[in-house]
Nanobody, 112 residues
């Protein structure tokens, strides 16, 4: 079984940066893809980025060039580096393992 714990959310001004972390524990060898998703108030959860076990990455068009997903296998941690943040990036950000196991979420608020 896999458990995920996110951290790193907070309040930031537009144009600023934040780095989210997701610590992964349990049967990590079974995981094919780790992803970040977000849910803004009144909206459906949406895909943000993912990193595959072999290292490939994918991004939503809305965050390409601004967000970077990475991982540190020694620390069992997946990161989401967010730069040039916009008010529309405000959301609860969730870490997910193969879209089957989800973390509790961390709130990111970007002020204008």
């Amino acid at each position: 079984q896999v458990q995920l714990v996110e951290s790193g959310g907070g309040l930031v001004q537009a144009g600023g940066s934040l780095r989210l972390s997701c610590v992964v524990s349990g049967d990590t060898f079974r995981i094919h893809a780790m992803g970040w998703h977000r849910q803004a108030p009144g909206k459906q959860r949406e895909f943000v980025a993912r990193i595959l076990s072999e290292g490939g990455t994918n991004y939503a068009d809305s965050v390409k060039g601004r967000f970077t997903i990475s991982r540190d296998n020694a620390k069992n941690t997946v990161y989401l580096q967010m730069s040039s943040l916009k008010p529309e990036d405000t959301a609860v950000y969730y870490c997910a393992a193969d879209r089957q196991v989800w973390g509790q979420g961390t709130l990111v608020t970007v002020s204008s």
